[in-house]
């Protein structure tokens, strides 16, 4: 069974920390890129942060450049996004997707259940 499960969220203060990690099974994890999406009350999904099959590159959002970092740990098929200097506009659920795309466009896509961020004094 092909699963993606989300973890370390949970509530923090402005200027806190947090790790999230997105655990894969069922699939060859180190052949997918993966990207963390976030999606705050009432607005669309926002594309956060994405990385590498091998993790050689990496990718941020502006809204996040310089705060968060995202990893990958392909020896215990997992996934990371270290959230630093938290802001309040950071509240939001976190979705970690596990992509495969092949030469002609198409893909494969898993995306965990979601972990709640929230940032709030």
């Known amino acids: 069974e092909v699963q993606l499960v989300g973890s370390g969220g949970g509530m923090v203060q402005p200027g806190g920390s947090l790790r999230l990690s997105c655990a894969a099974s069922?699939?060859?994890?180190?052949?997918?890129?993966m990207s963390w999406i976030r999606q705050a009350p009432g607005k669309g999904p926002e594309w956060v942060s994405a990385i590498t099959t091998g993790g050689g590159s990496t990718y941020y959002a502006d809204s996040v450049k310089g705060r968060f970092i995202i990893s990958r740990d392909n020896a215990r098929n997992t996934g990371y996004l270290q959230m630093n200097s938290l802001k309040p506009e950071d509240t939001a659920v976190y979705y970690c997707?596990?992509?495969?795309?092949?030469?002609?466009?198409?893909?494969?896509?898993?995306w965990g259940q979601g972990t709640q961020v929230t940032v709030s004094s």
């Open positions: 997707m596990a992509r495969f795309a092949f030469a002609n466009g198409d893909a494969y896509e898993y």
């Open positions: 069922g699939f060859t994890f180190s052949r997918y890129n």
